[in-house]
Each structure stands twice: as C-alpha cells, then as structure tokens.
C-alpha cells in the first residue's frame, strides 16, 4: 500500500504540466536573453506565460517576476521592500513560516527594523482589533501574515488586514503558498504575494512574486537586467512554462478538485473522532470552513511518539509528517504547535491532493489507529 499525504510539502506532477515543459526542455534551446530567432522563442514563452499568471490573479504582467520559490521568494519581498522603501516597524505572528520568520528575525537582530509579533490563542486566532492597535502606533509600517497556514489550515482574512494597513497607510506582505490550491485566491487583496509550483502540481524550483505596483523593492540577484533588472541570470523558461500550466489547471478545475478535498477531509475527520475519541485537532484544522480543505492536523494525547508514528506508517508505505518539511529534522517539534502553547509540541500533518482517494483514507486510519492503540 503506497499513500501520499504529504501534499502541503510537495505535490505529483501533473501530466499535463510535464506535456507542456517537454518542448523547451528538449526542443527550444535559446536563451530568452538572446535577440536571435531562438532567443525570440523563448522569450515569447516567458512572456506568455507571465501574462497568463498575471490574467489569473487580475494583476499586470509586471507585477509578476519569477523566482525559484517559496523561500526565495519572501526573503526577496521581506528583505527587498525593508530596503527600499525603507520600513522601520513591522508586525507579523508566531505561526508564520521559517522563511517568512527567519528573515524579519535578522533584520531584526541587525537593527534594520523593530520586530512585533501579535499574539495567538491556542486555536491560532488573533483579532483584527489587535491588528489595528498596533497600525494606530506603527503607521506605515509593514505587516506579514500568510492567508493559509501551512501546518494547521487556518485562514486569514488578509483582504480585512489589507484594508486596515490601507487605512493607516502600512503594506500587507502576505505567503500565499498554501491558498492557491485550496481555491481562497481569487485575486491579491495586498501588497505582497508569492506562489510556488511544486505546491500545484506543478515542477520543484520555480515560482512566482506579485509586487503592487504601488510599493518599490529592491532587486533581489544584481549582474543581469532579467525580471525588469530585480533577479539577474538566465531564466528557467521550460519550468516557467509549466508552473503556468499548472496554475492554469488549478483555476480550471477549481470547483470540482475543491470539492473533492472537502469531502476527503470530512471523510478522514470523521473516522478519526469515531476510531480514536481523545483526539486533538490543533487549530481549526477540522473546520470545513475556518481552514483549508486540503490540509489536516492532529495530535494524540498521551502518546509521546508522533515521530514514531510517522515513521512507521512510512514503513506500511503512508506518507505523511510532523510539520513544515523545512522543520521536519528539528528535535524542538513544530513552532506552530509550540505557538498554541498546548501541553504537546508534536504533532501529525496530513496533506491532501485531487489524487487522494477515500480508500486511502480508510486504510490510514485504520493503520494509524492500530499503532496508536496497541
């Protein structure tokens, strides 16, 4: 029995992605750089494939630069604005992602900004009245929250905080990872977004940031005047074509692969509370509403082995984890399960995709119920 459940930190490449890249993996090889017929073709590739970004997420095309990910791309957005603008204050919360955290955390350090962090409850909520007390001290300032959060599915109303920083003349830089799959992203309600390939069924490697056309960042990579001068060296053009493709199908079949990974998640949610009745689920991540449909997280109280529990459904051939996969070897647990400041600091993620079934649903909680209870 092999079961994927790991979704949040990688997801299978779509076939219809790879049919897309092959042609400028194995056929177009000009440099989008170049003035020549072959160059020309890869750069209208480039292009074409900006442009569709751009048309999905209702922004311009130059609003859009590629980057190679998710933590290229907020450290290019946190560090680069922080630079450019310049930012002395900047408010973000304890359940954000290492690259989002670790970046603000040495600008901090090296006294470049003044660093908050807003507090959490042990469902991982904060208010928005919060939000606005701080903006009413620290006006144009900057804030970060990630509209999805990448262990236990919360949503964030950043349209809301993106409104307030408006009012009090702030900017919103929001890790937009997660939400793209789960259908919450219609458009960018802030100032500051990110999207990653591998997370959509698309290639490692590559992705995308969306910087308003209202704010100044400074380049990320100097020594090439690539991505309008703010990320020198060659472009990947066959992975930008498909992360294009990629995202294309994620807005296509939206409704429908949505839909089934709420009814994955309902189905799991269910079996676990009957087969296992102590169980904890760590935020609002058994909410059909308040948390992403593609994510789960759990913990099982009294037991002091969830990485063992991991590690043995691995053995049985089930793929799931303890937390982000950039804090999977740390021996602290995850930060985010540490933020609720429940009396457990471990913790199990299980990631769904549109190639999830219900049996492998049903064969997981059986397995893990059987090692958790013997």
Not at 105 to 125: D, F, H, P, R, T
Not at 234 to 251: D, H, P, R, S, W
Not at 319 to 334: E, H
Request: glycine letters at 8%.
């Amino acid at each position: 029995m092999n079961v994927y459940l790991d979704n949040a930190a990688t997801t299978q490449l779509d076939e219809e992605v790879l049919a897309a890249m092959m042609p400028y993996m194995a056929g177009f090889c000009g440099n989008p750089s170049s003035v020549h017929r072959y160059g020309c073709q890869a750069k209208a590739a480039l292009e074409k494939a900006r442009k569709k970004i751009a048309n999905l997420f209702k922004v311009s095309p130059s609003e859009i630069l590629f980057t190679a990910g998710g933590t290229e791309g907020n450290n290019m957005l946190l560090r680069g604005i922080i630079e450019a603008m310049p930012i002395a204050h900047v408010l973000t919360s304890p359940l954000e992602h290492l690259a989002v955290r670790m970046p603000l955390e040495a600008l901090a350090q090296q006294g470049k900004i003044q660093l908050s962090y807003i507090g959490v409850n042990q469902m991982g909520e904060f208010g928005l009245d919060e939000v606005e007390a701080w903006l009413k001290t620290h006006p144009h300032a900057l804030v970060s929250f990630m509209q999805v959060n990448h262990e236990i599915g919360n949503i964030t109303d950043i349209e809301a905080i993106h409104q307030l920083c408006q009012q009090y003349g702030a900017f919103l830089h929001s890790d937009t990872i997660q939400s793209i799959y789960s259908g919450l992203l219609d458009c960018l309600p802030c100032d500051l977004a990110l999207g990653s390939a591998h997370k959509v069924h698309g290639p490692k490697g590559i992705g995308f940031v969306y910087i308003s056309g209202k704010v100044a960042v400074a380049p990320l990579i100097t020594g090439g005047s690539q991505e309008l001068n703010m990320r020198g060296g060659t472009e990947n053009v066959a992975y930008i074509v498909g992360m294009a493709k990629a995202l294309e199908i994620v807005f296509r079949d939206r409704s429908k692969v949505v839909a089934h990974l709420l009814a994955i998640k309902e189905h799991m949610i269910t079996l676990l509370k009957s087969h296992i009745p102590d169980i904890i689920f760590n935020g609002h991540s058994a909410s059909l509403t308040k948390s992403s449909p593609n994510l789960l997280n759990i913990s099982l109280p009294g037991s002091k082995a969830h990485d063992m529990l991991v590690y043995h459904l691995d053995i049985h051939g089930i793929a799931v984890s303890t937390g982000s996969a950039c804090t999977s070897g740390s021996a602290l647990g995850s930060p985010v399960i540490a933020a609720l400041q429940k009396e457990t600091k471990h913790a199990i993620r299980f990631s769904f995709s549109k190639y999830t079934s219900f049996e492998e649903i049903e064969n997981t909680v059986a397995l893990l119920t059987k090692l958790y209870t013997k």
